[in-house]
Every structure is written in structure tokens, then in C-alpha cells.
């Protein structure tokens, strides 16, 4: 396969480095008269208070300050410029341009949300009408849109289960809740911090729940258990009604963690299996983009005898007029300084509408075949395979192990990801699901023309050949990036450890 | 329209049966075979579409054209407040380099987004005198929120003593945040001529349980804390942290928190180049010291500089990560993922176009053509404004003695504008006050309006 990509390398300077006193990127509309002339400028702010030191910021003409910028995109990789973006869990697919073109809409871009309900009801009516799309494909009874992202929503759901339990007068009894070593690394750390501790269960040789472990676990101090569905290996716990119900009986409550949502829309719904709460990543299953790592969206949705508790304001409607309604007394109070990222949320109805309901269950059935296509056509290679049952079909992500290569020939899934890079490929999230050695989670996504999901195949076929045949070249990798490999441990060590242009002029001072 | 839909590109028949054949597999639904038959969803999803992008364009705006077209930009702050965006902020945060990757878990190919939120970081730094911020959080009250839990993780206390006068909204996501980790929140009092913080009522209620003393600079009501050296010595004479909110675009003119002794700054980030859109996305600040025992227990992504292993260039990457939960779990110094990381790269290119004399001209107008609004406002009979007695941002509290909060709205929203957030449930013994915003978007001529305006709801 030959190797067309080369990223772009500027070796761009910070900004502070471009900076050249006196330059400005801005001009401010003048004062008129009548303001500017009734003011005593030595008595803006009080004395004490003033600021005497001018903030160090870098002084740069308009074109300078776009030019760093565009050059630093230009060293950034993304969905709608690269090739493919196979990272496993996060899914990747294309990000709409419309939904952008919408998202800037001086009727959205301009809206404060403390104006009154009736200037803002388009936009009450959008996100009511969203909340309904999102219960419809989830099968829940009420959801709140205010999460800010994924692991907020998984915390706001623990919190919706605290608040249950409270109200049962069980809190005090009710400890723990239950996550699969399989879960991501967000359930554990949403769930202490919604106050409880967290009980890990084994996965049995398939993979899934193990039935046994889980009713070892569960009891009377148990709060809830969080699961996804398919599970982060990609297979879908087919045990899922058994699962709910050793958790019901032992008055827990089912948190569902709706990041692999993607698979499954118009085939099975989490409401339907048991699941009390889940959340869902709008920036994954429903195409909003990730921004390099947000803003992101993570509704929560809730069975009937929860939606008390959700956060305030909810969204009503009532005879076609819509309104946020404060009210709600047993709520677990507010989880964002507003509504949540609405200009997220306009991204994702705007997707939902576009796609349908036909629509989105073919992209569904198109992720599923794209990740089985993909992960069948690489589980028989020499360096790679597919733990817990290989032949079982993947949902729309497949977690492959590159244990083999590693044994083989001291080749590892890092090298691979990294060797990845080089094709103009993104890498697959690596070394986890935790309970996979050497862990490749792939997830190409509905989004992917076969002909991406080819070009990944030849090339992690190529890097196959290559571990087993000159594991040296390997070892170098990325070349083609705009920088080589990092040294991961001078960034953290406490006396390299450098996190603003500030501390870096005074470690260059001290030198 | 055609069956095959424009972003499913192997929705193909032809091509979706090759892929099948390659693989083995004779139809979809051998691919869900898994799913036990009694979960299977029989119907269909009930979601209208699909649709043109034509279609969707026409529906989506005719949607957002329901939202009222308002004379000016409201008057209204609190928390969100309407300023500039200038057009380079808009043209890079739509750069698909950057808008359509995730978070730079390869940094060798992701060096973009590394090096603009390490910027972004640390104008943050210069900006509020610290030495550290993190890469962002979703917003200022839940910056507050996670302020409070890494104090009480410091201090190993569990007290937390905010502003009677602070943002209500924030109270509220501060209460959530801090209540399954077993903190107190408790109310210090402020001055009734001022609006100052009572320092007797906070010696009263600081003590040995202490974690952190909090304030908001500008206040929620708008007015400049003057007590702020002293809240931060009382703070510190109890061991306790001094945690500081700010508004970051009154920094060009207001002395930085880490000149007054705050130990951990956290604000509100959106008024630095991002939109208002109806109160999200936003972007929380958060910053300390460059003290190993703080930089531990920071929450959220950290991005550093480093170089590469062969040849020594200078780079960027994540770094700290064993604080987060994707390598700590349950032991994670919070559970957050993904963050605002686009909203912070918009705040550096807003803070770059601005540069120190933008932030202080910026500081400026605000604070004059505020002035002039509330000398306007405050001269009509029947209106105070402000109601303390202090020196004010961009925000004012107006106080109606002859007509109600609500008439006065009404009122404006009949002639096409939103002016003050109501404080008459937010804080009723206020009586009926409103919290006006001015900023440098709002020209004399908006100001005279919304007066003339007022006068007419005042007299009618």
C-alpha cells in the first residue's frame, strides 16, 4: 500500500512567541460623546482593585493570529478531513455540515436562556420535540437534555438512583453499585462521585456478565448496577432480562450507559431490557462533532416513577405553547448553570430528522456490518485475534488483541497505532476494554465507503507483515505526522512538568 | 427520493451485498441473530424523515425563526452574556481539523488541538494571575462545583462558605455536586448598603472545618468585591483554600485573583468568543497554583509541553492522566471526559485578536456604557439602580418602587425587548429588582431606547 499522507509540520511557535508590542486583532466601536465625555477614568473600578499589570497576552495583528491558527489545524486530524476514525466507543461518524450551517443561526447564536419562554419558542419547541425523538429511540418515559456530556449524564443518572433510593428511605443501606470490568473508566468514577462505592464483577469467558458473579454481588446494599449494551467488546449481553431482573430482585435499579447506542437504534431499545435510567452521547450516536474533546451532549432518560427527580427546569408544553417549568420539588436540583448545550442538542434534531427513523436504523445495521466486515476480515490474521468468541457477530464495534504480535515478536498494540498514523488512518482505541490484552477497539462507523474500511484492512494487514518481518521499522513510528513519538513521562514528571507558557519561561529562565 | 441515503454511502445494495457475501453472512439480521426475539423492537421508530438537507434547512430555521426578533441584544446577563464574537473565532472553531476530532488520544497526529488548548490554558494563567488551568469544564457553576470538591480534597475539611448573593443557579449545581461527598454549604451575609461580604458574619462562620471560602468578582448583583484581600486573608488565617469566580472580561481593568490571594480561580469562559446559545455549550475555568498538592487533585484534562523521543522538538500532549478516571476509575479526581475543549480554543482566539490592550479597552467600554445606563436608568423617578452602593461591572441591579418587576418586563417585551433578569424569586427580599447586563455590544443608541422604553412602562 503506498503511503500518500503527509501531515502538515509548521513547527508553529506558541503564540506568546509571535507577539510584537503595540499589534492589535480587534478595533472596539468608539464611545459616543455623550458616554465618553461623562466618565472619570481614574474611577472605573476602585483603587485597591485596579489592575496595574497589563495581562501577559500575545499583541498580534488579525491575519497573524488566523494564520497560527489555521496552521495549527492543519496539524489535527478529523473525521470530515482525514480518512477513517475507527476509535472504538466514541464513534466517529460524520459530522453533518448543515447541522453546523444551523448551529450558527443568529436566531440560536443570540438567544440568552433567561429570556422570557415566549421569545424563545422555536427553540423550547425544538428541544421538547428532540426529547421525544430521544425517548422514542431509547423506550423511556421522561428525560432531562441539561447533562453537559456522556460521563455528566452517567453522573446524573446515579444521582436520579441516589435521590430513589433516598425517597424509599433506603440510602443509607443502599452503598454500592455493580459495574462489569468491562465498563468504561467514566461508570466508576461517575458513580463515586455520586456517593457510592463501586463493586467490579468478572466477565465470564464470553465476555458478558457472569450471571453467578452478579447474583454474588448483588443484595440489599446494593443501589444499581451500570452496563452497556452491547458491552465495549462490541457483543451484546444476550442475558440481559436475567440481568435485570437479579438486579430488580435485590431492589437495585438498571443504569444504562448509552455510548454504544449507535448498534442498536430501531432494533432493541435499553427501555425495553430493563434499563430504570441511561444517558446517550449525542456527540457519538447522534453526530454532533467532538470538538477535539467537546462540547459533547449526555441526556438522561428515566422510566416513569423516576422523572420526579429529574434535574430543573423541565421542558412542558401545553396547548402548543412551551415553557421551562422550575417546579419540581423532589428534583435532585440543577446539574448545569442552564439547559445544558443547546446548541448541541440543535445539532443532533437536525441529524435525527434528516435520518428519520427508517433512517436511523439502517445507519445502525450499517455500523454492525462495517465493524463485522472490518474485524472478520482481521481476526485470522497471524498477529491479531478476536477474544471471547470469535465467530459470535460484533455489534458496531469489535475488539480485536494484538497479544499475538506482542508474543510473537515484541511488536505491541501502541507500535500498531502508532504505525496507523503513518497511512493517514486514525487508530483504534487502544488497551482498552481493560479485560482485552493489547486491546484494538475498533469502530468504523455507518459513515465509512467500503473503500475506507479496505484501506484499513491493508494497511493493519501491512503492519501484520511488517511486526513479523521487520519489527524494527515498526518500532519508530509515526513518521508522517506533523511530530515523532512523545516523551510521555518528561510531561508528567514533577520536575519537567511544564502547563503554561508562564511556568515555561521560568524553567527557561532557571536553565 | 432515493432509497440510498447521502450519508450512508454502503446503503447501496450492490455494494452492501458484496460486503455481506465477503464476510460470510447472508442477511442483516443474521448480524442481531443475538438479540433474544422478545427484545426485538417490532415497530418503527416514530421520528419523521428522512429528509433533503433542502427540507431540513427549511424546517430547522422555520423553527428557530419562531424564537422573537428582539430590537437589540438583551440586556441580560447572570451568568451568560451577550459580547462580540469576532469573525476569525467563528472561522477557526469551524476548521473541520478541529471540530470533527475527538480528544487527542494520539497526540503525534493531533498536535492542533494539543497546542491551542495549551494556549488557551495559559492565557487563562495570565489572565487570572495562576500558574496552571485545566483544558476546561462544562461551565462556570460546575467549575464551582468541582472547585469545592478538590478544596475539600486538599484540606481534608468539609465546609464550604459562599456569597448570600451568589448566582443562584450556581448554588444549585454547587449544592448537587457536593452533597454525595458529604460537604456543607452555608451562606455568609453581606453588607446592606454595599453588598460586600459581612467580614464579622464570615469570622463568625469560618472555622477548623473550613475547606474553602468562595466568592464571586464581579458579584452576581455587579459589583466589584472590594473585600477581596480581606476575604482571602480571613480564608487563610483559618487554613481554609480561597476559591475565586470570575467574569474574565473584567480582568483587562480588575486586579487578577492571584493578585488578592486566591489559591483555585474558576469563571465563566463564554463571554471570550463564544455565543450565547441559549446558555450552552459554556466554558468553565478552573486554575491553581503551581503547588504539586493542587495540581494532583485538579479535575479534567491537562494538556503539557514535551518533546519527541528522538530529536527533541518541542510538543504537546495530555499529561497527569493517571488523576482521571479512564486510568484511575473510582479513585479519579472527577468522573469528566469529554469537556468544552472547542469553546477554550475559541477563548484563546478571542484572547490572542484582544491582547492586553483589547482586555483592558474592553474592560472599559463595558464599564462606561454600563455607567451611562444605569445613570439614565437610576435618574428616572421611582427606579434605584444600583441598590448597593458600590462600584459595578457590567451587571446593575434595578429596583421598581411603583410597579412590579413583571409589569415592567411585560412591558419591554411588547416592544420588542429582554431587559433584566427578575430577582423577585432569586432573592425576594430584594423586593422588585431586576439584574440589568450592558456590555460593548449595546451602542448609546440601544441604551436610549431601552430607557425611553422604561419611562413609558414606568408612566403607563
Known sequence: MTTKFRQADWAEPLIFELSNKGRIGYQFPPLEPEINDSLDPENLVPEALQRREAPNLPELSEIQVLRHYMHLSQMNYGVNSGLIYPLGSCTMKYNPIINEVLASHPKVTGLHPMQDDETAQGILKLLYTLKGYFLEVTGMDDATLQPAAGAQGEWTGIMLIRQHHRDNGELEKRTEIIIPDSGHGTNPASAHMAGFKTVEIQSNDSGTVDLDALTAAAGPQTAGLMLTNPNTIGVFEDQITEISEIVHDAGGLMYYDGANLNAIMGWCRPGDMGFDVIHSNLHKTFSTPHGGGGPGSGPVGVKEFLADFLPVPDIVEDGGVYSLDWDKPKSIGKVHGFYGNVNVVLKAYSYMVTMGGEGLKESSELSVLNANYVSRKLKDLKGYELTYDPEKPRKHEAALSASPMLNDTGVSALYVSKKLLDYGLHAPTTYFPLIVPEALMIEPTESEPVESLDAFIEAMTEINELAYENPVELLSAPHNTAVTKLDEVKAAHPKTICLSWRRFCQIMSDE | ?460
Open chain 2, 1 to 460: 427520493m432515493s432509497k440510498i441515503h447521502r450519508y450512508l454511502p454502503n446503503s447501496v445494495p450492490e455494494i452492501k451485498e458484496k460486503m455481506m457475501e465477503d464476510i460470510g453472512v447472508s442477511s442483516i439480521a443474521d448480524l442481531y441473530s443475538d438479540i433474544p426475539d422478545e427484545l426485538v423492537y417490532k415497530g418503527v421508530l416514530e421520528i419523521p424523515g428522512p429528509s433533503t438537507e433542502a427540507e431540513v434547512k427549511a424546517h430547522v430555521s422555520g423553527l428557530l425563526e419562531e424564537n422573537a426578533t428582539l430590537r437589540c441584544p438583551p440586556f441580560m446577563g447572570g451568568g451568560v452574556w451577550p459580547h462580540y464574537v469576532p469573525s476569525v473565532v467563528d472561522e477557526v472553531v469551524h476548521r473541520a481539523e478541529f471540530l470533527t476530532s475527538y480528544t487527542p488520544y494520539q497526540p503525534e497526529i493531533s498536535q492542533g488541538i494539543l497546542q491551542s488548548v495549551f494556549e488557551y490554558q495559559s492565557q487563562v494563567c495570565e489572565l487570572v494571575g495562576m500558574d496552571v488551568a485545566n483544558s476546561s469544564l462544562y461551565d462556570w457553576s460546575t467549575a464551582v462545583g468541582e472547585a469545592a470538591l478538590m478544596s475539600s480534597r486538599i484540606t481534608r475539611k468539609t465546609k464550604v462558605l459562599v456569597p448570600d448573593l451568589m448566582s443562584p443557579l450556581r448554588y444549585s449545581v454547587l449544592k448537587t455536586y457536593t452533597e454525595p461527598a458529604g460537604l456543607s454549604v452555608e451562606k455568609v451575609d453581606h453588607d446592606e448598603i454595599t453588598g460586600l461580604i459581612d467580614l464579622e458574619d464570615l469570622k463568625d462562620k469560618v472555622d477548623g472545618d473550613t475547606a474553602a471560602v468562595y466568592i464571586e468578582n464581579p458579584s452576581y448583583m455587579g459589583f466589584v468585591e472590594e473585600n477581596a484581600v480581606d476575604v482571602g486573608e480571613i480564608a487563610h488565617d483559618n487554613k481554609a483554600l480561597y476559591v475565586v469566580g470570575v467574569d474574565p472580561t473584567s480582568l483587562g481593568v480588575l486586579k487578577a485573583p492571584g493578585g488578592y490571594g486566591a489559591d483555585i480561580v474558576c469563571g465563566e469562559g463564554q463571554p471570550l468568543g463564544n455565543h450565547m446559545n441559549y446558555g450552552g455549550p459554556l466554558l468553565g475555568i478552573l486554575a491553581c497554583t503551581h503547588d504539586n498538592r493542587y495540581i494532583r487533585q485538579m479535575p479534567g484534562r491537562i494538556i503539557g509541553i514535551t518533546e519527541t523521543l528522538k530529536d527533541q522538538r518541542r510538543a504537546y500532549t495530555m499529561t497527569l492522566q493517571t488523576r482521571e478516571q479512564h486510568i484511575r476509575r473510582e479513585k479519579a479526581t472527577s468522573n469528566i471526559c469529554s469537556n468544552q475543549a472547542l469553546c477554550a480554543v475559541a477563548a484563546g482566539v478571542y484572547l490572542s485578536l484582544m491582547g492586553p490592550t483589547g482586555m483592558r479597552e474592553l474592560g472599559e467600554t463595558i464599564i462606561s456604557r454600563a455607567r451611562y445606563a444605569q445613570r439614565k436608568i437610576g435618574e428616572m423617578p421611582g427606579v434605584r439602580a444600583p441598590i448597593f452602593n458600590s462600584f459595578h461591572f457590567k451587571e446593575f441591579t434595578v429596583s421598581f418602587q411603583h410597579k412590579s418587576v413583571d409589569e415592567v418586563h411585560r412591558e419591554l417585551r411588547a416592544n420588542g425587548m429582554q431587559a433584566g433578569i427578575p430577582l423577585t424569586k432569586q432573592f425576594p427580599d430584594l423586593g422588585e429588582t431586576s439584574l440589568f447586563c450592558v456590555t460593548e455590544v449595546h451602542s448609546k443608541k440601544n441604551i436610549d431606547s431601552l430607557v425611553s422604553v422604561l419611562k413609558e412602562a414606568l408612566e403607563g
